[in-house]
C-alpha cells in the first residue's frame, strides 16, 4: 500500500485564488509531517482507516459532466421552504441551487470573492478548526480550492433555513473531495443552517473531506443540522468546529446514516461567557459501515452550559464508536454539562464502542456523563406484547422511539416530518433479533 | 470557603520516619547480573532465572508508557537499586523471634504488631521491609487449615508446583512496561494458596515497607484460591519522607478457581511528597485477577498516598457467572496524582461487574478515572454497572474522568454514570452553623461521599481508611 | 438575650446592612419583615457568621458575649440557630449521623457526656414526630432529595432538637403550603420558653396569624425603620410597603 500521507499531497489542488496560498501551503506543510493514526493513536483507537487506504481515492472527481437529471430527489426536503446550495462532487451547481438568499445573509463563493470578502473569510477561516490536532483537517486546508462563506448580519433574524447540499455522483474511478464551509454570524443574529451529504443511489466510490466552522458572535443563535445520508459505499471524514461568543446558542442535530466509513468530529469552543451549546445526534450504521462521532466541548470561560445527547442503534455487523470529552477549563467556573450516549446492539456481530470523558479543572461545575449500552428494554417489550403487539412490532416500535425522542425536539417540523419516515423505514426492514428479513 | 479549605489541606505524613538499620543494598544499575544475583540470593530453581531473564529482555524493548494523565521526569532506571534487605533478615525470616528489634519497632510505630499475641482479631501479617519479607505470623494456625500464606521466595521452594502454575498466568512477563520490570527484579511478596472449600479461618494482609533510600520496591503477590475455597486479603503500605522519588512497581496476580472467592483489601498510604510536590512515591503498579466459573473477585482501594499512581485492578471474568467488583476511593492532595480505575473484561456467560469509584482531588492534586469495560462476543447476559463520582475540594485541582467501554455482545448491559461535586461553601456553613467544626464538616462529607467503598472493607481497616483519609485531608479544608 | 448596635456589613463589595439596632430579650419574638434586598438574609448570615459578609462597623452582643468574634461553630455551640432559608443538601452523611454530630458537639462545648446513641434515636424521632416528618428520614442523607416543604421542616426539627436559645428562621414560611405552614407554626410555639427568644423573617403576614410576635420591624435599606406590635404586620399586609419609605424619606 502506497503511503497515504505522500499520495495525498501528489494530488495537486485545483486553481485556487492566491489570497488562499498560505492556508493551504500550511495546511500540506502540518499534512507532510503527520503521520496516519494507527490503533495506538488515542483519537483513532477504534477506527482503521485501512478502509480510505486501500481505496485508491486519491485522484480529484472527473470534471464536470451534464449534472444527471432527477437529482433533487436525493436531497429535498420536502415541506422545508430553505434557500438551497448545491455542490455537486464539489463543485457548485447553480441549476440546482435557489436563485436567491434571503435578506440578511451573505453567500459567497471562496472562488468568487471580491477583496473585502476575502478579507472577512480569511479572517476567521481556519481559526477555528486547529489543523494540528485535527490531521484531515490539515488536508482539507492543503487541497483547499473553494468552498462556502455564509455571513448574517448583526441584528438579523433570517427566518429560511440555508440548505447546504454536499452531493456525490457514482464516477468510474474512485476519487475524493472537500468541502468547506464558513458561516459567520455577527452578534445578535440568528440563523438556520443544514448541512446536507447525500448521494444517489449508486455504489460510491468518494471520499469526502469536509471541514466546517461555524462562529457564532455575542447573543447570536445557530439553528445547525448536519445530516449525513451518504450511499453505503461511501468514505466521510469530517469536522464541525464551533467557536461560541458570549451568550450565544447552539444546538446542533447530526444524522449518521449510511457510508461505509465515517469519521465525524464536532468540536465546540465555549469563548464567551454564557454560552450555551445543546448538541444531539443520533447514528444508525448498518451492513458492515463504521461510524465514529468524536466531541470535544471545550470550556474555556466561566458560567456556559452544555447539554449533550447521542444515541445510536447499530445493526448486522457494523461498529459505532463515540467518544464525548468534555473539557472544563481552570477558569470556567459555574460550568453546568451534561452528556448522555445510549446505545442498542441489535445483533450478535454489532459493536459499539464508547468514551464519555470528563476532564475537569474548576471546582464549581456541575458535570455527568452518562453511557448505556443495552438491549432493548425487556419490560417495555413485555408491556407492548401484553396489549396484544407482536414482538416483531414491539421491537420496531421501540427502537424507532427511542431514536425519534431525539427527533421529535426538533424545532423545524418539515425536518421532523423528513427524518422520521426514514428512520422507520430503517427499523422496520430486518428482525432486530434475528436479522432476518421479515 | 477557599482560605479555610487551605488551611486544612495540610498536615505532616505520619509514617515518615527512617528506620536506622544495617542493609545490604545492590549498586544502582539493572543487567542481568542484578537479575542473577536477586535469583541467587533467593536460591531459585533454574526454571525461574530463564524466566526473569526473559522478562529482562522483554522490558528491554518495551517504551515507557505515557499515556496515563500524570506528569513526571523521566525515571533513570540505572540510578534505582534493585535489591536492598536488611542484613539480620537476608536469608529470610526465621521464627518471629529472630526479628530485629529495630525492625519489630518499626512495625510497632506503623502499628503492626508483629508478636502473635497482641495481633488484633487474627489477622495474620507478612511484614515486607524494603526487598524481602521479614517476618509472617500465624503460620501454624493457618497450616493447620491447609492455608498456605508465606512470603513468595519460600513458596517457590515450598510449594514450587503451584508457582510455576500460575506465576505469570494471569499477569505475563510482557504484559506492560512495570510488569516485565518486576518479573524481572522481584525480590520478595506474598503468597497464599487457599485449598479446596477452604473459608481461610482468618483476614491475611501484607504489610509493605520501603525504608532503604534509592531503591525500588518490586514485590509480587501470588493468590490462588482453589475451587471452593474463600479468602479475604488485605495489604497496607508507607514509606519514609524522603525528597527523592523512589519507584514501586508491584504485580499482584489473583487466581479464582470455580466457586471461589477473593476480596483483595488496599489501604495504599506511600509517603506522597511534600506539600510542594517534592519526593514521594511512583506507584506503577499491575493487580489483576481470573475468575472461572462462578468465582467472584473484589478488589477494593483506599488509595491516599504515593505522588503518582498508575494503577488499574483489573478482572477477567473467563467462567461464566463470574463476578468481578472494584470499589475505590482515590485521593489526591497538595501535589499528587492519580490515574487510576480499573478493567473489567467479561469473556463468560452472565458475568457480573460493579465499579464504584470516588475520586477526591484536593490542593493541587489530579484525580483521573481510567477504566475499560469489555464484553466480549461470548459475554452472552453479560452486566456492567459503573458509578464514578469526582469530589473537588478547592480550585488549583482537576478530576477527570476515561472511561472506555466496549461491547462486541448484543445481549449485554452496560451503564455508566459519572459526576462531579464540590465540597460546597453552603455545606460547610450548614455544618458549621449546627456547631460541627470544618474539620469535622469536611470529614463527615467526606466520608459520606466514600460510604458505599468502605463498607466492602473488613470492619478493622474501614475505621482506619476513614482516619487515614482524615489524616490525609488535613490542610484541605479550615 | 440579642443586642445589635449601629451594625453595618457587606456582602461582597456591596454595603448591605447601613446602621442596624435591635434589642432581643428572653422569651421574646420578633418578626423581622421586608422587601427583597431589605437586607433580611444578609443580618441572618451575619449573625450566624456564615463567610463572605464583611463587618465594618457596629457591635452585636449574645448573651453578654461579643457574637462577631466567635467562630461560626461556637455561635452555633452558644445557642444561636439559624433554620436556613435553602438548606442545602449533602450527599452520603445522613441526617442521624449529621444531627448525632451537631449534639455531640453541643455536648462537648458543654462540658457534658454525649447522649448515648438510644435515649439520642429516641429523641430525634420525637422531634420528627412534632414536625410530621417521617423517622425514615432520619436515614436518609442530609436534605437529600427532599421537597422544599420537607427540608423547612427537617430545619425546624433541628431546631427542637439542639434547643438553642436564640432562633433565627430565615423565610421558612416561603413556599409553604398552609398545612406546611401550621406544622412550621406549631413547632416554634412548642419551642417557645421564657429563657428562648425567635426571631422570624419572613415576607408575609400569614406566619404571624399562627406565631403571635411581640415585635415586629420592618427592615428597610439595612436598617430597622420601624417597629411596633403585631398590627403593624397587617397594616404592611394591608398597604404594602411603598408608605413605609415616604415615611421614611
Known sequence: MPDFIASALERAPTANPDWLDDLQAAGRQTWAASAMPTRKTEAWKYTSLARLERGAYLQPPAPATPTPANLKQHFSIEGLDAATLVFVNGSFNPDLSSDALPDGIEMVRFAEANESQAEAIRAKLGQVVDGRQHLFAALNDAWLADGLFLRVRRNTRVDTPVHCVFLTTAQDQPFSLSARLLVVLEDSSEATIIEHFCSDDLPQNAFTNSVTELVLGANAKLQHYRLQREQEQAVHIGGVHASLGRDSTLNSFHLGMGSTLKRVDVVVNHHGEGAHCDLSGVYLPRHQQHVDYHTCIEHAVPRCTTTETFRGIIADEARAVFNGRIHIHPNAQKTVAELSNRNLLTSTRAQVDTKPELEIYADDVQCAHGATVARLDEQAMNYLQSRGIGTRQAEVMLSFGFINELVERLPDEAMVEFLRPQLASLFGRQSLVTGRPE | ????????????????????????????????????????????????????????????????????????????????????????????????????????????????????????????????????????????????????????????HECPEIVRAHLGSVVPQKDNYYAALNSAVFSDGSFVYIPKGVKCPMELSTYFRINEAKTGQFERTLIVADEGSEVSYLEGCTAPMRDENQLHAAVVELVALDNAKIKYSTVQNWYPGDSEGKGGIYNFVTKRGVAHTNARISWTQVETGSAITMKYPSCVLKGDNSVGEFYSVALSNNYQQADTGTKMIHLGKNTRSTIISKGISAGHGSNSYRGLVRMNPGATGARNYTQCDSLLIGDQCGAHTFPYIESKNPSAVIEHEATTSKVSDEQLFLCQQRGLDAEKAVSMIVNGFCKEVFRELPMEFAVEAGKLLEVSLEGAVG | MLSIRDLYANAGDTEILKGLNLEIGPGEVHAIMGTNGSGKSTLSHVLAGRTGYEVTGGEVRFLNQDLLSLATEDRAREGLFLAFQYPVEIPGVSNMEFLKAAVDALAAHRGEEPPDAVSFMKRAREVSAMVDLDPNFLKRGVNEGFSGGEKKRNELMQMLLLEPKLAIMDETDSGLDIDALKVVADGVNAFRREDRSVVLITHYQRLLNHIEPDFVHVLAGGRIVKSGDKSLALELEDKGYSWIDEEVA
Request: with cysteine; net charge negative; aromatic share 10%.
Open chain 2, 1 to 156: 470557603m477557599s482560605e479555610q479549605i487551605d488551611r486544612l489541606i495540610k498536615k505532616e505524613y505520619a509514617a515518615g520516619f527512617i528506620t536506622d538499620i544495617v542493609s545490604d543494598t545492590l549498586p544502582p544499575g539493572l543487567d542481568e547480573d542484578v537479575v542473577a544475583f536477586i535469583s541467587g540470593k533467593k536460591n531459585e530453581p533454574e526454571w525461574m532465572l530463564e524466566w526473569r531473564l526473559k522478562a529482562l529482555r522483554s522490558w528491554r524493548e518495551m517504551v515507557e508508557p505515557h499515556w496515563a494523565h500524570v506528569t513526571y521526569p523521566d525515571i533513570d532506571f540505572d540510578a534505582i537499586s534493585y535489591y536492598s534487605a536488611p542484613k539480620s533478615s537476608s536469608d529470610g525470616p526465621k521464627s518471629l523471634d529472630d526479628i530485629d528489634p529495630e525492625l519489630r519497632s518499626t512495625y510497632d510505630k506503623l502499628g503492626i504488631p508483629l508478636h502473635e499475641q497482641e495481633m488484633l482479631s487474627g489477622v495474620a501479617v507478612d511484614a515486607v521491609f524494603d526487598s524481602v519479607s521479614v517476618a509472617t505470623t500465624f503460620r501454624h494456625k493457618l497450616k493447620e487449615a491447609g492455608v498456605i500464606f508465606c512470603s513468595i521466595s519460600e513458596a517457590m
